[in-house]
């Protein structure tokens, strides 16, 4: 079973891809930023609960980039930069950030 945070990195991917491959409204960018920016945020959180720490700032960094309160603005061509290098980011900490697997021990 997936966990929120996977599901909201899946989201934001999608996102993502749907913002490199193809010209959106202005609206749309907005989304992107507050979905993007929470899930950086979420991700980041997990990352440093399981001692991930580079991991973790380098999401803290996306979540500032993203963030939809203080805008940073580029053109578009910069954005698809960052917005694929946001892809990347996501899709490998997807396979990074996951609680460890617990043995069970069983007493005869």
């Not at 940073?72 to 996501?90: H, N, S």
């Amino acid at each position: 079973m997936l966990q929120p945070s996977k599901v909201a990195a899946i989201a934001s991917i999608i996102l993502l891809v749907l913002a490199v491959i193809t010209r959106w409204p202005y609206g749309f960018y907005t989304l992107l930023r507050l979905v993007v920016c929470a899930t950086a945020v979420w991700l980041a959180v997990e990352a440093y609960q399981f001692r991930k720490t580079s991991l973790a700032w380098i999401l803290g960094a996306l979540a500032v980039l993203f963030n939809p309160l203080i805008p940073i603005y580029m053109r578009r061509t910069q954005w698809r930069w960052f917005d694929f290098l946001a892809l990347l980011v996501l899709t490998i900490s997807v396979g990074i950030v996951r609680p460890r697997r617990t043995q069970a021990t069983h007493s005869s």
